[in-house]
């Protein structure tokens, strides 16, 4: 697929790997995962429950002799058919918009660009993100911004609007399945053009129908993460 001229841009911003997670962990360490409908071995899994989808990621951790596992942009999901907040009798969201970074809760979320908060909230819906921040960047009058989903209640607790950092600090850490949205501990990261005045709070999945809209106004992390 031919890339767009933000897709190009971000692609630029650094020839290196730009991490979003504890810089200690290698990128060796970084292991694929596919949790996409495609993926045979799920069908056995019960993806509706938090134990048996932890047994799958952190198998396919340990299989790889890795520490993160990653992956999961534009994948077609099962997992959110449990919960209404992506499902209801008109459409479903199902594909997902992020980059996906499964690790051990309390690991380290960091910026990758110099940043400002623009915004942060507890998204509490059943399958949700739970602790949210997002970061705004401005690079040569460019302004785009990025989101970190399932993240810790203490990540947010002493956050404030406009509160500045630079590429490489801490600004969270990883929720557990208690905080954030139910999940196993992974960190959610996704680009966005356009907030569309959203404000600690955006669509990280959306339904097939408004794919063509998302793709353009959410590329691909790895433009910066490079994994």
Known sequence: MQLDKFSKFLKTLSLKPIQVLDASITLSKYVPLNLSVTNNNLKTVNVASISELSQFIKHNILQQKGKVAFGGYLEERNIYKRSNHFSNAIQERNIHLGTDLWSEAKTSVLTPLDA??????????????GPTII????IDDAVFYTLYGHLSL????????????????????????TVNGNYPPHLHFQIIKDLQGNFGDYPGVCAKTDLDFYIKNCPDPNLLLKL
């Open 154 to 177: 203490e990540s947010i607790e002493n956050l404030k609007v406009g509160q500045i950092f630079k590429q490489g600090e801490q600004i969270a850490a990883l929720g557990d399945e």
């Open 135 to 138: 970061l705004e960047h401005t």
């Open 116 to 129: 400002k908060v623009h915004s942060f909230k507890n998204n509490t819906n059943f399958g949700d993100y």
